[in-house]
């Protein structure tokens, strides 16, 4: 019920709101105001509270950062029940530790969330979508690759593979070439955006691509953006019978195409099924691994390939998770990322968390 828009502060760009406003009514609340909440994590009704407690991030945080970046303040109940604040409005602070930064991504390990102080950006002038399909995911990644290092301004870049392709068709009914894609938004003024969309269109022909398309209409966007964001649910319905089970590696971009390279031969070795899409802007890729539940087999072959994909993000200096997070799943992983500073997570979670009532079990392995 903590569903209220406390404050707009608009010409501050920020807002502050209770813990259990979603990002959706966030934005229809901010319509009028020439300003919107970026982060976009392709769940409308996600809760703003669990998106800074699971550091969310998603298809805009190439341009516009995470949760991490967007939450400039939090209110929180602690575990000897104070209510802390832990920063003012300004923008920026050298005082005293950074805890809102400790709390976000903590997963509710650490204190409960109940009001947050978030970064709004101005709605851009103008908004090019394009599809750019490739011959290879190496040329797509490549191209993306290019991008980033020239600083192109763009606010979403997604990959979605060939076979993630062919499920977004039956599901949204779309007729797109069954071939490793890019899905790109540009944000800017009007003759910015378009030459961003011009840059683009050449970095992606000399990398491979089939065609390049783009679009200025809103309903063709949303249409879109919305296949991307259904990839989950046209996977299950793909499959019926089936659990599709989501899991996301990130690494550098420089290790993209290898990783995924990598990734895709192991997938085919161990003969399973697991359609792929990526936020690639940021290094960051997901798998929605088909498997049938009551077979156990499966589910134990399962288990490793998801073993070699946090190995293999971890020796290319990535992490085992972009944005899914830890809960039970990772636990086992974290010795290998983060070595002794996970002592000092643990010390942290004691002092503040002494009898261990926030989200028990979760996030940190047993010493």
């Not at 394009?130 to 490549?142: D, K, L, M």
């Not at 293999?312 to 998770?321: E, K, P, S, V």
């Not at 983060?338 to 942290?348: D, F, K, N, S, Y």
Request: with cysteine.
């Amino acid at each position: 019920n903590m569903s209220k828009t406390l404050a707009v502060n608009v010409s501050d760009l920020d807002a502050v709101v209770e813990a259990g406003v979603t990002r959706k009514a966030l934005n229809d609340h901010l319509r009028d105001t020439g300003l919107f909440f970026s982060v976009d994590p392709g769940a409308d009704y996600a809760s703003l509270g669990g998106m800074a407690s699971t550091r969310a991030s998603g298809t805009t945080a190439v341009r516009y950062g995470t949760m991490r970046e967007n939450v400039l303040s939090l209110k929180a109940v602690m575990a000897d029940g104070a209510v802390i604040q832990t920063q003012r409005r300004a923008r920026k602070s050298a005082s005293g530790y950074d805890l809102p930064r400790l709390l976000v991504g903590a997963e509710g390990t650490l204190g409960i969330i109940t009001e947050l102080t978030v970064r709004l950006h101005g709605v851009p002038e103008t908004i090019l979508s394009a599809v750019c399909p490739f011959q290879s995911i190496e040329g797509a990644t490549n191209a993306v690759i290019q991008a980033i290092q020239l600083g192109l301004g763009v606010a979403r870049i997604e990959l979605v593979d060939a076979l993630q392709i062919k499920v977004c068709n039956a599901y949204s009914k779309l007729g797109l070439e069954e071939a490793p894609t890019l899905f790109l938004e540009f944000h800017g003024s009007k003759d910015g955006a378009r030459e961003q969309v011009a840059t683009f269109e050449e970095i992606a022909r000399g990398e491979g691509a089939i065609r390049f398309d783009w679009a200025d209409k809103e309903e063709d966007r949303k249409r879109l953006w919305k296949a991307r964001h259904d990839a989950y649910w046209a996977v299950r319905a793909f499959w019926p019978g089936k659990e599709a089970l989501a899991t996301d590696v990130c690494v550098p971009i420089s290790r993209l195409a290898e990783c995924i390279a990598e990734t895709d031969r192991d997938v085919q070795a161990t003969g399973l099924t697991a359609p792929l899409v990526g936020h690639v802007g940021d290094g960051n890729f997901h798998l929605s691994v088909v498997l049938d539940l009551k077979n156990e087999s499966e589910k134990v072959t399962v288990e490793a390939f998801l073993g070699r994909l946090a190995d293999r993000a971890l020796r290319m200096d990535g992490t085992c998770t972009g944005e899914h997070g830890v809960g039970q799943g990772k636990m086992k992983y974290l010795e290998a990322e983060h070595g002794p500073a996970l002592a000092a997570m643990r010390a942290v979670k004691a002092a503040l968390d002494p009898l261990d009532i926030f989200n028990p079990g979760k996030m940190l392995p047993p010493a």
